[in-house]
């Protein structure tokens, strides 16, 4: 089992950057594929990239690709979404999310959550 603690999130103007920490407690870290997700008001979640456990494939939403990266450091049960040109519409509450099954990443269906941290573009 693994717990999931995310931090980074904000207020930033339209066109900034932030950077999404998600830190897992538990030694197998390294074993999860871990993904991101995030809930806008009114809407329902939705998946916004992923990553497999030792970090060679990633899988993107549309809605960000070029924007955003997802990456990992299993050294320090760690991983990173880095949110460049955000945008209004990118505005929510970002959850991180693992899973030890690899498929995840594609199936976009993980077992564990975090409690997830506000992000808001103001435009």
């Known amino acids: 089992q693994v717990q999931l603690v995310e931090s980074g999130g904000g207020l930033v103007q339209a066109g900034g950057s932030l950077r999404l920490s998600c830190t897992a407690s538990?030694?197998?870290?390294?074993?999860?594929?871990t993904g991101w997700f995030r809930q806008a008001p009114g809407e329902e979640r939705e998946f916004v990239t992923a990553i497999t456990a030792a970090g060679g494939a990633t899988d993107y939403a549309d809605s960000v690709k070029g924007r955003f990266t997802i990456s990992r450091d299993n050294t320090k049960n760690t991983v990173y979404l880095q949110m460049n040109s955000l945008k209004p519409e990118d505005t929510a509450v970002y959850y991180c999310?693992?899973?030890?099954?690899?498929?995840?990443?594609?199936?976009?269906?993980?077992?564990?959550w975090g409690q997830g941290t506000q992000v808001t573009v103001s435009s």
């Open positions: 538990g030694r197998t870290f390294s074993r999860y594929a």
């Open positions: 999310a693992a899973d030890p099954r690899w498929v995840a990443v594609t199936t976009h269906e993980f077992d564990y």
